[in-house]
Each structure stands twice: as structure tokens, then as C-alpha cells.
């Protein structure tokens, strides 16, 4: 009772200084706002590959130039190194930066989201649709001066499912012919996985045990493509694997110069790049940096480069500084609310609508973002080709109702009591809420939330806890709570990513990926099919169906849908981003202009 | 003496398990699990490889075979391997301990150098302006978080005056080599370096000009004045040398914090040192890392506590150990 009490005085004061922090802010920002709202709902997110592009005055003096290291172009980047550069065990954002220009992927999405040959000269998928042969390039060599073969290939492939594996990206080959086989011999009698074939030197096939449509997924920007006879281990050994993942031998355009664990990596041009256009710049830095100051270091030229920004008053920073440029798009992914389809009272249909039409989440965004971000209605990715317009049009829009929501409520035989809140069969309507603590914005949305759920009877509790409880809780727990908040990120354009592990019943399991426990027999149905049409055009309709189905059944609230934007000092050119299509894969066409 | 020291570092076995034992404890209780935090949200890995990655780290076995597992490896000086990393914890934090000590013994050194003459002269000047003025500073030091302090430091120094960097512990991309890395780390530590002295600083002058106080106030001191003998031998020979035996607690107790990172300093100046690294140690529910470390921290704790009495001996003519 105590720590209730609590928590609603908290939420108090915050909702209490925030409207006072809001009204401050808003009067500062009002024309900013304007400008950058203005921006997206001109062009913004009806084309997602439309990347907004900001150029600023060549002429404003720019320190950047003439400090010592300023044959560099240097990236800020407030992630954090682990020093896992191979593909392999790569977990950390600001690792796979390091591994994509170090390495080279078979397939990759290029800034219009199509797919491109990188390490192939052509693939194709058999008869029955379950096994890709790529042709590969015979012209590659690593920095080191070696060809790359199929065998480097195969060996890639391999380690993921070596019986000894335990990094994280298992998920790449588990659905390959012969995984099982591989993985589950200790002893080393099978040497390797029946579904990839060695054909040639320069040619190697791939078998799947379904015909799926995003099994190419596996070959897109998946694996980077490693040296067999630098990392080679025994099998069942992959601690001498492990032993080398801050090493680097690729065949990308750049290699490892220095790496400095918690401070910065270094890259240097690898001479032995194959690809028809060379790197430009002599010298790429990724600097740890801090989110507090990392603003300030590119206003001071200490640093060329932030990616994916969303903090208004920052853009703002580097925007008086008159030297930086802004490309703007919006971001593969949003942040969420996810109901647990299981827990009274959001095991109802209605409830979980009227929470949603009772939740002002347009207030939110506008306060928090700025205008840099919108609301969305159904959990489909806004950059996907499946979210069409003609889809957006079909779409309910959940737009702040309190009225709808409060009658919604009455239908769903939720009473107004005396005391303001809502009664069924004796019991208060009450809605429990997991999150992480410590985030900003979660502080805002709990303010908000609670003040609107009180306007339409219904009583919030919220728990907040770090991320890590957070997950077994709505993991394996999968109990005493009605919502939980996250967010996502995507990085393909195929709409298909994660949507089936994330709401397909069968994944309704303790420690499964479905945490909504949500299970609808049409949405089962409408996903198995989605994930084997290999015609986009009937793809596009599928995922239409399902994504009606999923708008009515309500079983996630989306907070929001952001835009991102990347600071880019003017010195820098040639940059041409998109969410899925950062610097790391652009960098060869970059270069610093003096 | 070597006796005393001896023994004392045969007590320290049956503590030392102790203390393991209640964090080991303590680590276990903390809900969410290390392969979970991992894999991540989405990883699309099937629960049998999830499993697999569970019982290869023994995570699936009772809590004391978990622990008697780990005695055993650290006792044969394996550390395990940090989950996240997937490389030995010894190596893993090497690196990062050695920049963090860096640090602490420069502030370590400026500190007591400053706070050692300050404190005297404000106990024997009491309430005197200087006293009073080092009142006031310790005040504002003490309460003044170091994340606030920090940033303004920075905002004043290296965004307004171009003075200092805004973070790292060397400029990237430089090359530098000899006198001018030195020169440059020197830069980048200032900023840092500041922060934590005038922090320490603060309860180091109060607690020197206390004892030192306590000590002026003594019948012997009065006698020395008495019997004609000059001010600056009264306070530096007869005072100073008994002030000196809470100092040495003080040191005692400093041993460890030159290796116990400090996670918000370093994080607002991002220097590479361990205190981030246990941090997020500690969110990725990284246990061998967790453990390894903080037994390292009370080692270092018991370590500093033998100095203390070896200290005492030293300083104090009647304290004997035997």
C-alpha cells in the first residue's frame, strides 16, 4: 500500500513538473517546432526512403579543419566498444560499425532498400525454391593479400552452428538442412552441415528445410564473410575462435588500424579492396563519446560525425553552429506498449482499444519529440514495404478519444463507481504496468498516462525496474502485468522480420518472443502464408490482411515512430543515408573535402 | 613483524570465503538471467539452443554446486569467462583497471598534498578567514554532485575556452609519441583529475584540521609551548607526528578506491576505466565479471586494512605488533 501511494506521488510531481517544464519549453522552441513538424508532415513518412537532407554554409569557420587530426573523419558514437569485430559474436552497435567496413557481406541493402551483390556475382534459388547457389566473385582478397573461396564462406557459416557456438546469432543457420546434425555432434565425426555445398572454388549453395521467402534474409547484411586460415579452430573449440574477435582480417574497404578498449578504433584503407569504387578518406576514427557532451565535441570539430540523433535541443545546437549538416529519415522501428493478451482486464478486446483511445499519445510525442516523430496503429515497421498507403488509409487511427474510450468501457461492462473509477463484479479496473526505470521518457509518458486513464476510470499502477528483470518478467514470468514498454528496430525493408516469432501463437511460450500471448487463428494463418509468398505484389495484400486483423485485435500500444537524423560536418560529403543504410555501408563514397 | 604479517594473511582466508559466499549470494539473487540479457530481445534462437547456452555455463545446476564450481576455478586462478565479452575476465579488465588506477593515484597524491598542509593550518589557525573560507569550499565539495560538476567543468573549460578536451584519455588519430602522449593524456586528465580532488578534497581537509585539532589541544603541546619551544617545532614535530596516526586510516582506507572506478566521472568524461565496465557488468548480469571484481574490491580492502596496522606500528611508538 505504502509503495502505491508512493508511486502515485511520484507520477504526481512529475506530471506537475512537467507541465510546467512543457510550457516553458514550447514557448522557446514554438518556431522550431513549427519548422520541423512542418518538414515531416510535408514529405516525411509517406516515402520512407525519402531522407531529408539539410545542407549547412560552406562558409562558416569550421574548427573541424584545422585541428590535428584532421585528415581523419571521426564518428562519434556513445554505444560502447566490446571488441567483438567478427560476425560471429558481434553484439554491440558500435562493434558492427568496425565489422562492416572491415568485412564484406554475400548480399546487402543498398539506400534504396533493394538488394545488391556484394561478395556474388549472381545467385539463384532452385526449382523448389529452397536452396540459393551464389556465384561468387573471383577477384576478392582479403587484406592480407589471400583469395576469398567458397570455403571461407562455408566456414563462416559453420561457426554458428558449431556444437561449442555460444554467441547470439544461432538464428542465421538453425533452419538450414543438416543444423541439427552439425550441432548436436560433440565428437567431430561430421565435418559439415548437409545444406551447404562447396561446388567450386567460387561456388557454394545453401539448402533451407522450407521454402521461405525471407530465408535471403540470411545472406543480406548477415554474416560478414571471414578468412578461414586466419580464424580456423577445431571443431567443438571455439575458444580459439574467441581468442581473435578483436583481431581483424577482412575484405572490406578498410582495415583495423588501432583499437583502444573504451576509447577509440582506427582504421586504416585495406589496399586489397576489390570494389570498383575505392575508399576516399585515409583514416576513419570511431570515438566513445558521451550522449551529455557528444553535441558539444561536434560544435567543437573534435569529432565529424553523430549518428541517428532525436533530441531537438541538440539539432538545435548544431544547427547554430552554421557548419553541420542534417540528413533526416525516419527510423526502422518504434517504441511500444505491449498489452499481455492473458491478464484480466486486457484480456478483453475493448479494454485494450479504450486504453489506447483513452491515451493522448499525440500530446506525448509533440511535447517529448518535438514533431519529430508520429503515432502508428498497427506494429508493422513505418519504413516496410508492406506498410502502404493504401493500407494506411484502411486503418483505424486511435486517435485520442476519451468519449470512445470511456464507452468502449461501458460495453465491455466496466461501470463508473462512485469514487471515479470503473467497476465490474466488484472489482476495480486497474491496469499494471511494467518498464524500465531511469529513461526520461518513460517519466513523461507514465505523467501523461496516468492523468488520462484517471479522466476515463481507470486506475494505473506502474512498476518500474531495470531492463534486465524487465525481461524475465515479461519473458518467462509472463504475469502480473497488463503492459509492458520496449522498443524495436528493424533492418530490413521486408516486413516480415520478427513479425512471426512476435505474434505467431507458437512462440506463446515461457521465454518466447509472442509476449503479448497473443493468439488469433486468422493472424497464425495469415503469417505462415506471409512468410512463404515470394510474389511481392500478393505479399503486399497478405500483409494488408494481417495488418487490419492486428488493428482491430489491439494487442500493442505504439508510443511513437521517431525520425532520426545524422549530424554530418560540412567538410564531409557524399553521404547518402537511409535507416537500414548508415555511414558504415556508405563510407567508400564519402570523402572530406579541404 | 614478517610473524605478525604472516598471520594476519592466514585470518584472511576464512573472511575472504565469507565474503564470497554473501556475494555470490547477493549476485545470484538479482533477478534476470545472463543469457537472456544477451541473446536479447528477438534473437529468434530456438529455447533448445537457449538451454544448451544455460547448461554449458552451468547455470542450470543448484546454487551451492554453482558456487563450489566457482571456488574451485578461482582457486586455480581462472577467473571464468565475461559473458558479454566472451573472452577471460582477467583480460577483459586489465586494460580498463590499469587507466582507473591512473587516475585515483594522481588525485590520490594531490589530494593528501593538499589537504595535509591545509588541514593544519586551519586547525591551527582556527576559525581564522583561511579556516573558515576552507569550511565554506569543503561544504560546497561535499555536496556538489560530481555528474553537475563535472559537466559545468567542461561547459567553463573545454566548450567555452577551448582549454581542455571535452573527453577521451588521448586525442585519436594523433600518433603522438614520447613527451607530447604524455603531454596529451596530462591534457585530458586535468578536467577529470579536478572533479575527484576537490571532491576528496573536501572530507580529507575537515577530517586533518579535526585530529589535528584534538592533538593541539593535549597537555603536551601546551608543555612543549611553555618550556619556550618555537611554534613552527611545536606544530610540525610534537603535533604533526600524533595527527599522523589518522591519517594513516585515511590511506588505509584509499588503498582500494585506486582501483574501484568511479562510475559517474568517468562516464561524464569518458575515461576508459573500470568503473563502466562493472556497470554494465552489473546490467548485463555478467557474473563472473561481477564477482571477480568485487572480490578484487575486498581483497583490496582487507590488503588496505593490514597497511592501516602496519601503519600504526609505525607511526605510533605504542602500538606493537607481535
Known sequence: MFKRSLVLLLIFCLTFILALSGCTQQADNTQQDTELAGQIDQEGQKDAQDVQKQESDLTVPNPAKTRKSSDAFVIGDAGGFKGQFISSYNTSVTDAFVMRVCFSPLLRYNNKGEIENVLVKSYNLSEDKKTFTFDLRDDVKFSDGTPLTAKDVAFTYHILADPSYDGRHAAVVQDLVGFKEYNEDEEGKIKSMSGIKIIDDHTISFTFKEALRVNIENFVNQLYIMPEHFYKFEKGNTQELKAKQHEVLGSGPYKLAKFQPGQFVELAINENYFGEKKPQIEKVIIKQTENATETEELVAGQIDMLAGEIDPDNLQIAKDAGFIDFYQYPRSGYGYLRFNTKETPTNDKNVRKALVYGFNRKAFVDAFFKGLAKTQDVPMNQIAWGYTKELQEKLITYDYDPEKAGSLLDDAGWKMGDDGFRYKDGEKLSVHIVSISDLEMWEMVAGLMSDNYKKIGVELKISMMDFNSLLTKVYDEREDFNMYSMAVTFYTPDPAQDLYSRWHSQFNLPGGDNTAQFTNEKNDELLEELRKEFDIEKAKKLYEEWALNINDEMPILILYANLYTDMVNNRVKGYNPTAIYNWSHDIVNMYIEE | ?322
Not at chain 2, 565496465?277 to 588496505?304: H, K, P, Q, S, W
Open chain 2, 1 to 322: 613483524m614478517l610473524k605478525y604479517i604472516f598471520r594476519r594473511l592466514i585470518q584472511m582466508i576464512p573472511v575472504i570465503i565469507v565474503i564470497s559466499i554473501l556475494l555470490f549470494c547477493l549476485v545470484k539473487a538479482m533477478p534476470g538471467d545472463p543469457v537472456r540479457a544477451y541473446l536479447g530481445v528477438n534473437s529468434k534462437v530456438s529455447p533448445e539452443i537457449k538451454e544448451k547456452l544455460m547448461s554449458d555455463l552451468g547455470l542450470d545446476q543448484p546454487m551451492h554446486i554453482q558456487y563450489f564450481m566457482w571456488l574451485k576455478r578461482m582457486a586455480n586462478g581462472d577467473f571464468g569467462e565475461s559473458i558479454q565479452y566472451k573472452r577471460p575476465v582477467s583480460e577483459v579488465v586489465g586494460d580498463f583497471l590499469w587507466n582507473t588506477f591512473l587516475l585515483k593515484i594522481v588525485v590520490f597524491i594531490l589530494a593528501f598534498g593538499i589537504s595535509i598542509p591545509i588541514g593544519i593550518i586551519c586547525a591551527v589557525k582556527q576559525y581564522s578567514k583561511t579556516d573558515n573560507f576552507w569550511t565554506v569550499f569543503s561544504l560546497i565539495g561535499i555536496s556538489m554532485p560530481s555528474f553537475f560538476f563535472g559537466l559545468l567543468l567542461i561547459f567553463a573549460f573545454a566548450v567555452n575556452f577551448r582549454l581542455f578536451p571535452i573527453s577521451g584519455m588521448v586525442t585519436p588519430g594523433t600518433d603522438y609519441t614520447g613527451l607530447e602522449y604524455v603531454l596529451d593524456m596530462a591534457k585530458h586528465m586535468v578536467l577529470p583529475v579536478t572533479v575527484l580532488t576537490i571532491s576528496s578534497l573536501a572530507s580529507l581537509v575537515r577530517y586533518i584540521r579535526n585530529s589535528m585539532l584534538e592533538v593541539v589541544k593535549q597537555d603536551y603541546i601546551r608543555t612543549a609551548r611553555s618550556k619556550g619551544l618555537g611554534e613552527k617545532i611545536v606544530i610540525y614535530k610534537h603535533a604533526f607526528r600524533n595527527a599522523l596516526i589518522p591519517i594513516v586510516t585515511l590511506i588505509g582506507i584509499w588503498i582500494p578506491f585506486l582501483f574501484t572506478g568511479s562510475v559517474i566521472t568517468e562516464k561524464v568524461f569518458v575515461w576508459p576505466g573500470i568503473g563502466r565496465v562493472l556497470y554494465e557488468g552489473v546490467i548485463m548480469r555478467d557474473y563472473n565479471l561481477i564477482m571477480t571484481l568485487n572480490m578484487l574490491f575486498a581483497l583490496l580492502m582487507l590488503m588496505g586494512n593490514l597497511l592501516q596496522d602496519i601503519g600504526y606500528a609505525i607511526v605510533d611508538p605504542r602500538v606493537k605488533v607481535e
